[in-house]
């Protein structure tokens, strides 16, 4: 192939490696705002998405197609740009994960367990009610999920959290505090009564899971634990 063919060539190349790039990180992006694990550091969230979702695939091709214009290129300036491609791209994808995990939190999660749904029917509803009142009198951490189990045994609900935080150290000093009596506490739950209600908290991996309904109900406490969340 003459020089100025290899050239153009090469520089086509490279414009096509970029641009598959810029998309890469946004495809990125949008995955990790659906999928990504909110308790993750960025570097972590970074190496799943690059194994379990779209973003190594993007990240083999543009690789391919920027070795391929490393290898026509002609220029020095225009090596350097081929090799630096990938490398940019990853670290766009390290850019925007915090961000995307951010989101996702801000959207799918709240800082208040909810136990009350719309178009909920009785004994159900009544059920929940007195759950939702537990809940709203005791101080809470983390951020909780939309999901989880209701049912006329109580309420049950799980949260995440960011960083290093004793969750039972929390609640040991939140349940008294709003009147709460703690009548378990080994060290893996902790339990409470209050007015007939009971309450329970478990730590799990990136952060716990939190149980509230009638004390005298036999379907009472943590229905499914951590590892069924």
Known sequence: MPATGRVV????????????????VLVH????????????????????GLTAGPSGLALGLVAVVALIGLVLSTRRWMRLTAVAIPVLMLIGMFAVTPAALGQKLEVQFGSAPQCVMEGTEEPMASADRES???????????????????????CERRF??????DVLQHYRAALPASGWDVVLDDGRRLRARRDGLAFEVMPCSGGGVIWAGRDDDLANGIMMGCDQH
Request: glycine share 16%; aromatic share 10%; net charge negative.
């Open 9 to 24: 060539s090469a520089a086509v190349l490279l414009v096509i490696g970029a641009g598959l790039a810029l998309l890469a």
């Open 29 to 48: 992006y949008q995955f990790m705002r659906v999928y990504g694990d909110v308790t993750a550091t960025a570097f972590e969230a970074l190496t799943w």
């Open 132 to 154: 939702q009142r537990a809940f709203d009198s005791i101080s809470h951490i983390g951020d909780f999920s939309g999901g989880g189990v209701s049912g006329v045994g109580g």
């Open 160 to 165: 995440v959290l960011s960083g290093d935080v």
